[in-house]
């Protein structure tokens, strides 16, 4: 399975960005996925997280700002960021979970896309 992330880049406050990660070697559809941040000197955190039955999750930090969307067909993964404020600067992680007999739970990761918001 390999994920690749993209579309991060620098953006004034208030500005949007979209982020699309591409997954490959797993059938996406079966597979729960998530972006996750990580802020410089802060942990890993969930920002939204979309289910095979499309039912999705938000931080408090980016309800009715970010939306988190998938297309099975094209098998990708994305994150439109809206009304961006300093504190989204992170490096933005794609993620799925395994779901084929052989890897039932793994964890896969993206290589990270930076998104740098300036006040």
């Known amino acids: 399975v390999q994920l690749q992330a993209s579309g991060g880049g620098l953006v004034h406050a208030g500005g949007s960005l979209t982020l699309s990660c591409a997954a490959s070697g797993t059938p996406f559809q079966i597979n729960n996925v998530a972006w996750y941040r990580q802020a410089p000197g802060k942990e890993r955190d969930l920002v939204a997280s979309?289910?095979?039955?499309?039912?999705?999750t938000y931080a408090d930090s980016v309800k009715e700002r970010f939306i988190i969307s998938r297309d099975n067909a094209k098998q990708v993964l994305t994150l439109q960021m809206n009304r961006l404020k300093p504190e989204d600067t992170a490096v933005y992680y794609c993620y799925l979970r395994g779901a084929m007999a052989w890897d039932m739970g793994k964890d896969y990761w993206g290589q990270g896309t930076l998104v740098t918001v300036s006040s």
């Open positions: 979309i289910s095979v039955s499309g039912s999705t």
